[in-house]
C-alpha cells in the first residue's frame, strides 16, 4: 500500500523560505520519479517540480530558480525547498507519485505579510 505524507508547510511572509518534506512508503522509492503540485484556491492542481529515480530534475517556469526539489533515497524522502516565496505561491502542496498515481493529504503553505 503506497503512502505519502507530507509536512513542512506553515505560514511565511513574501521573501521568506519554507522546505516541504515528503516520506513514501509501499513504492520501490529508488527508481521512481516523484513530483510535488499545488492548488490554489479556485484553481486547477499543477506540476510544480518533478524529480526522476536519476535525480534528473524538472521545474514549472514559475518556480524555476527559487525552488529547488530533490530526494535522500536511503529514507525514501522527497524534499522541495521553497526560497523567495511570493503570495501567489500560496497554495496546498502535494507529494505525488507518477507510476502508481497516489498522492498525499496535501499541506498548506500560506505568503501573506
Known amino acids: 500500500q503506497v503512502q505519502l505524507v507530507e509536512s513542512g508547510g506553515g505560514l511565511v511572509q513574501p521573501g521568506g523560505s519554507l522546505r516541504l518534506s515528503c516520506a513514501a512508503s509501499?513504492?520501490?522509492?529508488?527508481?521512481?520519479?516523484m513530483a510535488w503540485y499545488r492548488q490554489a484556491p479556485g484553481k486547477q492542481r499543477e506540476l510544480v517540480a518533478i524529480?526522476?529515480?536519476?535525480?534528473?530534475?524538472n521545474y514549472a517556469n514559475s518556480v524555476q530558480g527559487r525552488f529547488t526539489i530533490s530526494r535522500d533515497d536511503a529514507e525514501n524522502m522527497v524534499f522541495l525547498e521553497m526560497n523567495s516565496l511570493k503570495p501567489e505561491d500560496t497554495a496546498v502542496y502535494y507529494c505525488?507519485?507518477?507510476?502508481?498515481?497516489?498522492w498525499g493529504q496535501g499541506t498548506q503553505v500560506t505568503v501573506s505579510s
Open positions: 524529480i526522476t529515480g536519476g535525480h534528473k530534475a
Open positions: 505525488h507519485d507518477p507510476q502508481s498515481y497516489n
Open positions: 509501499g513504492i520501490m522509492f529508488s527508481i521512481s520519479a
